[in-house]
């Protein structure tokens, strides 16, 4: 059961309109502590009560994930007690088991689940919380990555996805009409999405100063559009390939209201049961990491003192 949840925020980032790695690795080193203290007290826990603790070992940007590491391998060791060392989008699956004491349906396996963060973008087979299958996965860019691109070149502030989701409520998705990415299989491209929205707003300036922002609500609304077209078809077509029966999403994008409705319907329109974790799983938390540390215990896969964190393991 969840006790506590503590996230620091992230000003830095905003304020550089993107995360620069090495600001982003003293923010860790700045916060690591009193954020660790905060989710003890308002677990209600001493640390001498900890049965074990887990970390995110990968992927990631080097220096932030060797914060953490060098954390938790400490802890660990004055604790004497066992370390976990985690997959961060692994974990981000693990979104849909969170018990927190509220009462929602989770998942049974195998179920497929979209993961959809700034880093990352895949189709996963989930069979059990120690097997997951990647069955697609991004070429180039995040969904994340186009939605915060495309906010940036608008003039929003980092992360910009948020925003998006926002604007594009109140937005015309079809005003504007973005290539769709002719990838086949199940891999998934934004780069394509990206610099055509990336052209349309720079050529919309030239001819009408002050077009992304009166147009901002239509460009929000096709941009958005476009990016969940592209995921809903390789969910669709995943679905049917795999013959699966249930169908989740996870990771920072699934916040997006438009993509939570878009997997209902597609659910629907599929026959399949559709899972969606609460919005504060979906971003990075603490309590993802705890969730597939658990699943890590019990099975007995320990790290040893000596793991070092690595930047990409997919
Ligand atoms: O999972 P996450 O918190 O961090 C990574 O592991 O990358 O994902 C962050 C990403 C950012 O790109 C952010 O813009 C996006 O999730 N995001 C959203 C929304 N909320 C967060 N994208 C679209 N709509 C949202 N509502
Ligand atoms: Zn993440």
Redesign the pocket.
């Known amino acids: 059961m969840l006790r506590s949840n503590v996230i620091a925020s992230q000003e830095v980032h905003a304020k550089w309109g993107g995360v620069v790695p090495e600001l982003a690795s003293r923010a860790h080193q700045e916060h690591i502590v009193p954020v660790v203290r905060e989710a003890l007290d308002k677990a209600g826990v001493k640390k001498e009560d900890l049965d074990a603790v887990a970390f995110t070992r990968g992927p990631?940007l080097i220096g932030a994930l060797l914060v953490g590491t060098c954390f938790a391998r400490s802890l660990a060791q004055a604790l004497e007690i066992p370390l976990l060392a985690v997959d961060?989008?692994q974990a981000?699956v693990m979104a849909h088991f969170i018990n927190d004491g509220e009462e929602r349906p989770m998942p049974d396996f195998p179920f497929l689940n979209l993961t959809?963060?700034?880093?990352?973008s895949q189709l996963v087979l989930v069979r059990s919380p120690l097997d997951m299958e990647v069955i697609g996965t991004t070429l180039d860019d995040?969904?994340?990555?186009a939605?915060?691109k495309g906010?940036k070149v608008l003039g929003l502030p980092?992360?910009?996805?948020?925003l998006?989701?926002?604007y594009a409520r109140t937005g015309d998705p079809d005003r504007f009409v973005l290539p769709k990415p002719a990838i086949t299989g199940l891999d998934l491209s934004f780069s394509g999405i990206k610099t055509a929205f990336v052209a349309l707003v720079n050529r919309g300036e030239m001819m009408q100063p002050g077009f992304k922002e009166t147009e901002c609500d239509h460009l929000c609304a096709s941009l958005?559009k476009a990016i969940i077209d592209h995921l809903m078809a390789k969910m669709r077509r995943a679905i049917r390939q795999h013959e699966v029966e249930r169908i989740g999403i996870a990771?920072?994008?699934?916040?997006?209201?438009?993509?939570r409705k878009r997997l209902l319907e597609l659910g629907e329109r599929e026959g399949v049961k559709v899972f969606i974790p609460p919005?504060a799983y979906?971003?990075?938390?603490a309590a993802m990491i705890a969730m597939a540390g658990h699943h890590l215990l019990e099975a007995g896969r320990l790290a040893t003192l000596d793991v070092v964190p690595i930047a990409r393991i997919h």
């Open positions: 990631g961060h989008v981000h959809v963060s700034g880093g990352h995040a969904a994340g990555e939605f915060d906010a980092y992360p910009g996805g948020p998006v989701d926002k958005q990771g920072g994008v699934a916040a997006n209201s438009g993509l919005f979906c971003t990075d938390n």
